[in-house]
């Protein structure tokens, strides 16, 4: 009877120890497929940032604190198209690989959370912190959809909100909004940076077609102190996302100061796009002689880009939208919609005396290019083509030197889509086309024509073709980011080769040519 007992107590031991495991399997198989799946959805970009799901738009509140390189985002939880905004949070240590949070700041009874920037408050000027653990203060635009609806034009104002746990939860300031509205209907998207020459805080604000520069001894109280543009730069649609900063002139001690402006519609090849302008700031006022317009990227998708506050060495880092406000709720993505481009560094040149804004992804990104493709000296004779196969997963850097000026580089698969770039050096301008690319149907204004980019600077000796190639994007690099053009593309699969024609007279040398695996970023 004993025996019996203690038999049955072990057969249903057995029992649980068995059917244990095979939920623990069961799990783990689930855990593994789910990690398999994660961030596998068509068109889901490897190495670019995404939100995990639903809408996103601009970068906002680019700052570095203790060791943490911050990337919030407008953001909309509730759906995959623009809708009431919040603030979106993401970390990374390194500025390759992301770590989502929860979302940081919520719409509340002043409006929803426009665009805005963050700051490291090190002296507690606010009040906020301390200075053992100094308060990280966004400044946001609150946009109040009431004042909107009823057809008023003040529903534009700048608030503040304080966190004193590097981001992880945030406390709207009870005296906001901060700066209010005096009938200007698009007024927003504040930058605010230290400014070293009248130790104060400095706020840019766009204020429809110009830029006002506001100064404040502790984030709360501010001046207006000059205003920029109404009668500089392009003008086809409204200012947006503005930022100034300081960089050295390559070669030279010479510091000028570069403010960025976005602007949507207006931009050369169709939509939005960032013009910028080199100039002077004296603490208040910025200058600038610049005749012409100038913009920092050629392709149609980089908007709202803006720079990093606080950054170690000083380094100018920008991430921009990858995206275009005349199709961005309209591309073929389910889940989520729209990435950041990769980060960029943004440095100074001067040639044939005249100020380029040169940006080219950080070296931080090269820990994720598998360095180990064979490169290829590849010689292409005159009005001949060459074809090379790919690695076949949309997911690569392909780069090559040349002092050829006049030839055409096309991405193909086997189902007929085919992506164009035309390099006319005799007339210093280059060609993106992805009209065949793939998918173009989704908007009526995606594929309309063939994308220029004027290259009139481009130095007679060798120079360097880089493209970043994602899963729905590709950046162009021209000469280390001397020209850039950044686009979204939905090829319907991977591009299988790349054909290389040779348009001039002379024989053309691709040197060093590689493509190279690009790691994926999310596990
Ligand atoms: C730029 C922009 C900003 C605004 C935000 C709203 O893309 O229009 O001016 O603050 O998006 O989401």
């Known amino acids: 009877m004993k025996n019996k007992l203690i038999?049955?107590?072990?057969?249903?031991?057995?029992?649980?120890?068995l059917s244990c495991k095979e939920t623990t399997d069961e799990s783990l198989k689930n855990d593994i497929s789910k990690k398999e799946s994660y961030y596998t959805e068509a068109y889901r970009p490897q190495y670019h940032f995404t939100p995990d799901e639903k809408w996103m738009n601009d970068p906002n509140g680019l700052v570095y604190h203790k060791g943490v390189y911050h990337l919030f985002y407008q953001h909309y939880p509730d759906s995959t198209v623009w809708g009431p905004m919040h603030w979106g949070h993401a970390t990374s240590k390194d500025m390759v690989r992301?770590?989502?949070?929860p979302i940081a700041l919520y719409p509340d009874e002043n409006g929803l959370i426009f665009s805005g920037s963050a700051v490291v408050d090190m002296d507690n000027s606010s009040g906020f912190g301390t200075k053992e653990n100094p308060a990280l203060v966004?400044?946001?635009?609150?946009?109040?959809?009431?004042?909107?609806?009823?057809g008023r034009k003040d529903f534009q104002t700048q608030?503040?909100?304080?966190?004193?746990?590097?981001?992880?939860?945030w406390t709207k300031y009870e005296g906001?909004?901060?700066?209010?509205?005096?009938?200007?209907?698009?007024?927003?998207?504040?930058?605010?940076?230290?400014?070293?020459?009248?130790?104060?805080w400095t706020m840019l604000l766009v204020a429809g077609d110009h830029l006002q520069i506001w100064n404040s001894p502790n984030l709360k109280e501010w001046e207006q102190v000059s205003e920029f543009g109404k009668d500089q730069g392009a003008h086809g649609g409204v200012w947006e996302c503005p930022d100034l900063f300081p960089l050295q002139v390559e070669g030279t001690d010479a510091v000028k100061w570069v403010l960025?402006?976005?602007?949507?519609?207006?931009?050369?090849n169709g939509g939005s796009g960032t013009q910028y302008f080199v100039g002077d700031f004296d603490g208040k006022t910025f200058t600038s002689y610049q005749k012409e317009n100038k913009w920092l990227d050629l392709g149609r998708d980089n908007y709202a880009g803006v720079t990093y506050n606080n950054t170690p060495n000083n380094e100018r880092i920008f991430i921009g939208w990858m995206s275009n406000w005349d199709y961005a709720r309209d591309t073929p993505t389910e889940k989520w919609r729209s990435a950041m481009t990769v980060p960029r560094k943004l440095s100074l040149q001067k040639n044939?005396?005249?100020?380029?804004l040169i940006n080219y992804p950080l070296t931080a990104m090269d820990a994720i290019i598998e360095k180990n493709a064979k490169e290829l000296d590849l010689a292409v004779a005159p009005n001949q083509t060459k074809t090379i196969e790919l690695v076949k997963n949309n997911q690569s850097e392909i780069s090559f030197s040349t002092t050829g000026r006049e030839f055409q580089l096309s991405l193909k698969n086997s189902i007929g889509d085919s992506l164009g770039i035309v390099l006319k050096g005799s007339e210093g301008s280059l060609v993106f086309d992805r009209t065949a690319s793939g998918l173009t149907a989704f908007a009526g204004n995606f594929a309309t024509g063939v994308q220029t980019m004027f290259v009139p600077n481009l130095p007679k000796d060798e120079v360097e073709i880089r493209m970043l190639l994602d899963k729905s994007s590709i950046e162009l690099f021209v000469n280390k980011g001397q020209y850039v053009m950044t686009n979204q593309i939905f090829p319907r699969d991977a591009f299988t080769t790349l054909a290389v024609k040779n348009l001039s007279k002379d024989s053309l040398l691709l040197n060093r040519l590689t493509e190279n695996r690009v790691q994926r970023i999310w596990d």
């Open 7 to 17: 038999y049955n107590l072990l057969f249903a031991f057995a029992l649980i120890v």
């Open 138 to 150: 966004a400044i946001f635009t609150y946009h109040l959809m009431s004042g909107e609806k009823a």
């Open 260 to 268: 960025l402006i976005s602007i949507n519609p207006g931009a050369p």
């Open 159 to 169: 608030g503040i909100a304080y966190s004193l746990d590097n981001g992880d939860s």
């Open 352 to 356: 044939n005396d005249v100020y380029e």
């Open 176 to 200: 906001n909004p901060v700066i209010g509205n005096d009938g200007i209907k698009d007024f927003r998207d504040p930058k605010v940076f230290w400014n070293e020459k009248e130790s104060v």
């Open 98 to 101: 992301w770590e989502h949070k």
